[in-house]
């Protein structure tokens, strides 16, 4: 679970935000189709966040089915349980994905999205994901190789040296290339592997990548190797490349559809 970032208010309200954009809403849709999810299954969704994904999974497994999700971050449980207040069958408490508070063969379906990046032990963690998901079920991860963010800039040089200083915001860098192997290694068996590319081409509320340049912003604000003048520059000329008609971000999310042998 998060361990770099401190998830303060400012950083809660980006990433809630985030969330929310039709980039999020897409992806969020990939991960549902991934699950093959049906009517009255039990689901764990580890490293919860404000709770969207577990709204959107409670409306496929419907009434009879149950959803719960775990997190390490107060203010995200808190901002989850609102937001999914009117849902009986949802549940939400503070845990982690190196040691998750449930028993053996609990799940007919587990997601992780954006959290392996976090963990002090990547094999670990998928070993704890393996435990809880029944025989037979369905799990889907879902993680960004944060070495190869493709931006543009006004300084290249700064946007290098900002990109490089949001590296520290997780232990494990490059998820994705080493997930098919902890997969593997946990006894699950990787169905298939997805890209799932994010592309912006404006710099506005509307789009991930606005609210991720705030969070990034306020994670390397205080970092000896960034200037607070870079990191500023860095944002007005994001909205000057926008107001250009050449503002261009990408990255790619990787999307693995497991399976536990029956």
């Known amino acids: 679970m998060p361990e770099g970032i401190v998830f303060s208010d400012e950083v809660n309200h980006a990433l809630k935000m985030a969330y929310q ?140 040296l900002i990109i490089h200083a949001w590296k520290a915001h997780c232990p494990q860098e490059s998820v994705p290339l080493r997930l098919a192997g902890a997969i593997k290694a946990s006894s699950l068996t990787l169905n298939q592997t997805r890209t799932v590319p994010i592309t912006n081409t404006r710099y506005d509320e509307t789009n991930f990548s606005y609210w991720l340049s705030k969070i990034i912003g306020a994670f390397i604000t205080g970092q000896p190797s960034i200037n607070e003048n870079d990191i500023k520059g860095w944002l007005k000329g994001l909205e000057a490349l926008h107001n250009k008609g050449e503002y261009l971000f990408c990255i790619n999310r990787y999307l693995f559809e497991i399976s536990k042998p029956a």
């Open 21 to 160: 954009t039709p980039d999020i809403i897409a992806a969020r849709a990939e991960v549902i189709s991934g699950l093959v999810l049906q009517k009255g299954q039990k689901v764990l969704d580890i490293g919860s966040g404000p709770g969207l994904l577990v709204r959107d999974i409670t409306r496929s497994v419907g009434s009879s089915g149950s959803v719960f999700g775990i997190d390490l971050a107060d203010n995200m449980l808190e901002s989850a349980s609102i937001l999914c207040s009117d849902l009986s069958n949802t549940t939400f408490k503070k845990g982690d994905a190196m040691s998750l508070p449930f028993d053996d063969n609990s799940f007919d379906a587990v997601v992780s999205t954006q959290v392996y990046e976090y963990v002090p032990d990547l094999d670990a963690a998928l070993v704890e994901f393996a435990r809880v998901l029944k025989p037979g079920g369905k799990g889907v991860v879902v993680d960004t190789d944060w070495a190869f963010p493709y931006w543009n800039a006004v300084d290249f040089d700064v946007r290098d």
